[in-house]
């Protein structure tokens, strides 16, 4: 079956930079969009960065100039630099794929396990 698995995740302080990894393994014939999305306890999940099979990315408004959102095609591999963290961005992050299975109809959301981002003042 098809899973995304993320990597990178971790403590950091306040200024400080991370790199997040998640790569998509399984009967895929094409991926279309992924993107990065994050939710703290209580609160509802939200987008962080998008990026189109072209490599057009999209940045919420929160991260934008820190952030930013790369992928591998080749590798089926999504990645999301991030810089200048802030306590605020303290939270789980969630990759996420549009995938189209080898030999079946339609476009189907997958989602990794999520990884912990904890950024210290």
């Known amino acids: 079956q098809v899973q995304l698995v993320e990597s990178g995740g971790g403590l950091v302080q306040a200024g400080g930079s991370l790199r997040l990894s998640c790569e998509a393994s399984g009967p895929i014939s094409s991926i279309n969009t992924m993107g990065w999305y994050r939710q703290a306890p209580r609160n509802q999940r939200e987008l962080v960065a998008t990026?189109?099979?072209?490599?057009?990315?999209t940045y919420a408004d929160s991260v934008k100039g820190r952030f930013t959102i790369s992928r591998d095609n080749a590798k089926n591999t999504v990645y999301l630099q991030m810089n200048s963290l802030k306590p605020e961005d303290t939270t789980v992050y969630y990759c996420?794929?549009?995938?189209?299975?080898?030999?079946?109809?339609?476009?189907?959301?997958?989602w990794g396990q999520g990884t912990q981002v904890t950024v210290s003042s």
């Open positions: 996420n794929a549009v995938i189209m299975i080898a030999g079946v109809m339609g476009k189907y959301d997958y």
């Open positions: 990026i189109s099979s072209g490599g057009m990315g």
